[in-house]
């Protein structure tokens, strides 16, 4: 994501006396102006409608009223100072249709900022829209979501709106929008499914949407939509308003609600629930969002000597910590889970968030159904807050049924993400075999010599390539140049294998089932469709290998033995077999495994060449998957060849 270089911009942080002497920076400031009410933002109703705003070191507010996106001649209605620092204003009149800023003066500034809460604005998010929410709901708009009994059984497809039908051979007619992923019965070359179809067919649980609340960007422009623009979106804006440039009209406030809501509807009716990354770490531009316009010094993480904390390398860290930042976060959050019926939420660089933050998010989802997923990248990360605040994976066991990137196997698998050149267990590494049974049992604590993060098995999140760093295909490409072209495909089965039959939830990145490419680059935030758009040509050329994959999540979610519960049903059903080197062996003893096995015994084999290995005596052991790669088999022994997992099934 892009960087935002510091900047040697004056922020005046109030008149003091307007706080009683009391600085925004201290916690003396939370105790006197935390406000706990639901109605920050704007009401809207057609009879009137009523502003609150949140700006305690302010001395003057004003609602700016335009008529629309870009007039230069608003109508201001000064504000009313309430309680808690909050100011407010009533306009008694229908505002449907019209935009609004606010306008504030901090000290000898003035500062005018969009409204925080907004949930609809107008063309590049720069002014909030007065629209009814009630009349953006598509026809067909229900909350009910598709079934899911447990965490474990969710199988994750991360995906980018625009890289997913974009492609020319998409079959696509709304290419790069909302809608584009609405149309059933698209075709691609040689009449394989696209878009939708390819989605349903290949029997995933859950859509994972990279960022789609508006963002800004220098490369993406929402006037300038018929030119060639591209960015990944983890650049916040306006948090509680979809990206307009995914939408068939960015003009129109409520067409991208509309356009979204739509798309969520169509995905629940086929079956799949939708997962949202959220990005609430970080923002687009410290010095210039409308949180520092309008209460200076608040919203984010200062150093001592006053430049901001920048653990997210992108120039700022959001201060989760505080409590109207926290307000504001799982006010955001719960507006998604609301009003847009979001199943999930994926939490970037979550490692920067406050403990505490996520634990009430976990709380207040709940309330409205415990089945919403959270997960998040829990990496271990410098900023300005304690380090036993910080809600990375040292402290999983304290964010019970939120879970963690298991970025352990992602490197174990394929090797370390920066450094191109190192394999890991399936391209040849040597010593990966421990790692990759710590993913094998959910990353929990399996016994004294195999622990890991997680508390219980829905704390963690197995993957092999995501939106981030090299695909699997580059990396395999550059560490493992010398293998022939079929063996890294060998190799890329298996890594895809073993993270759908680990432990704990199995996340995929879009077009991982047939070797996606970026062409040798690792960070395409910005690089454009050429880079980034999903190859549906690459696909046609691999449709055994997606059958595959489908196979492979077919058999999971026929096996409840490769998705169990709790740490302690883990413990007691999975056991470790005895193999060498470049093997990892493992039976599922005694557990209820579908439909007609008592025990299953996996193998994954990164050898090219022939290795024997031991069957427990557990009985009659017949193929399951992999039988290709079986070449001789007794009742105690299996012989296998190449790169490749096999399973086997013994009888009830």
């Known amino acids: 994501m892009a960087v935002q270089k510091d900047r040697n911009i004056r922020i005046d942080y109030g008149d003091p006396e307007v706080t009683k002497g009391v600085s925004v920076l201290s916690q003396q400031f939370d105790e006197l102006y935390v406000y706990d009410g639901a109605d920050l933002g704007l009401t809207y109703t057609p009879a009137h409608s009523s502003f609150r705003l949140w700006a305690p070191t302010a001395s003057k507010a004003y609602v700016l009223l335009y008529s629309d996106w870009h007039s230069e001649t608003p109508e201001r209605h000064p504000m009313r100072r309430d309680v808690k620092g909050t100011w407010v204003l009533q306009v008694d009149e229908d505002l449907a249709g019209r935009y609004y800023t606010y306008l504030v003066q901090v000290g000898e500034q003035w500062n005018e900022a969009c409204d925080p809460y907004a949930t609809a604005v107008g063309v590049n998010g720069d002014r909030a829209a007065i629209v009814d929410l009630q009349t953006t709901n598509p026809k067909r708009w229900k909350a009910e979501r598709p079934p899911l009994a447990h965490p474990v059984d969710a199988i994750i497809y991360e995906l980018h709106i625009r890289d997913y039908t974009i492609h020319p051979g998409s079959g696509v007619r709304q290419k790069g929008r909302y809608l584009g992923l609405t149309e059933p019965g698209t075709k691609g070359p040689a009449q394989i499914a696209t878009g939708l179809d390819h989605l349903t067919q290949l029997g995933v649980t859950h859509v994972q949407l990279m960022p789609v609340f508006d963002y800004a960007t220098e490369s993406v422009d929402e006037t300038r939509l018929h030119e060639p623009q591209y960015n990944w979106g983890y650049d ?248 022939p072209e079929e063996e890294r495909r060998a190799m890329h089965r298996l890594a895809t294998a073993i993270v759908l039959t680990c432990q704990g939830i199995p996340f995929l990145h879009a077009g991982q089932e047939f070797y996606r490419t970026k062409h040798g680059v690792d960070n395409s935030f910005n690089a454009g469709d050429e880079v980034n758009r999903i190859d549906w040509e690459a696909a046609a050329a691999h449709q055994a290998d997606v059958r595959a994959v489908r196979e492979l999540i077919e058999l999971r979610r026929r096996h409840p033995a490769f998705r169990m519960r709790s740490a302690e049903q883990i413990r007691k059903h999975l056991r470790f077999e005895e193999g060498p080197a470049h093997t990892v062996a493992y039976t599922l003893r005694d557990h209820a495994n579908g439909e007609r096995y008592r025990h299953l015994y996996v193998l994954y084999h990164t050898r090219s060449g022939v290795t024997r290995l031991a069957l427990p005596p557990l009985g009659s052991w017949e193929p399951v998957f992999g039988a290709a790669h079986i070449e001789h088999q007794t009742s105690d022994t299996l012989t296998v060849r190449g790169i490749g997992m096999v399973i086997l099934g013994c009888d009830r």
């Open 236 to 483: 916040p804006k306006n948090y509680n308003v979809p990206e307009g440039s995914y939408a068939t009209d960015p003009y129109k406030p409520e067409v991208r609600i509309r356009e979204l809501k739509t798309l969520i509807q169509t995905l629940h009716d086929h079956g799949l629930r939708v997962i949202m990354d959220v990005v609430y770490n970080h923002v687009y531009d410290g010095y210039v969002i409308h949180f520092t316009k309008l209460v200076p010094g608040y919203y984010l993480r200062y150093k001592p000597d006053g430049s901001m904390s920048n653990g997210s390398g992108c120039g700022n860290d959001c201060a989760t910590e505080r409590p109207m930042m926290r307000k504001y976060i799982v006010d955001s959050v719960l507006h998604w889970a609301r009003e847009y019926h979001i199943d999930g939420f994926r939490f970037d660089l979550m490692g920067l968030i406050d403990v505490d933050t996520m634990n009430e998010l976990r709380r207040r989802l709940d309330q409205i159904d415990p089945s919403i997923l959270m997960l998040g990248e829990g990496w271990v990360m410098d900023t300005e807050l304690p380090d036993n605040e910080r809600a990375n994976q040292s402290h999983a066991p304290r964010m019970a049924r939120v879970a963690h990137f298991n970025g352990d196997l992602r490197d174990a698998v394929k090797g370390e993400v920066f450094d191109e050149a190192k394999p890991g267990f399936v391209n040849g590494g040597t010593g990966f075999e421990t790692r990759v049974k710590q993913a094998v049992a959910g990353a929990i604590t399996y016994s004294e010599q195999l622990r890991s993060f997680a508390a219980e098995p829905d704390q963690c999140v197995n993957y092999a390539e995501c939106h981030d760093n090299h695909t699997m295909w580059d990396k395999l490409s550059l560490s493992a140049k010398d293998a």
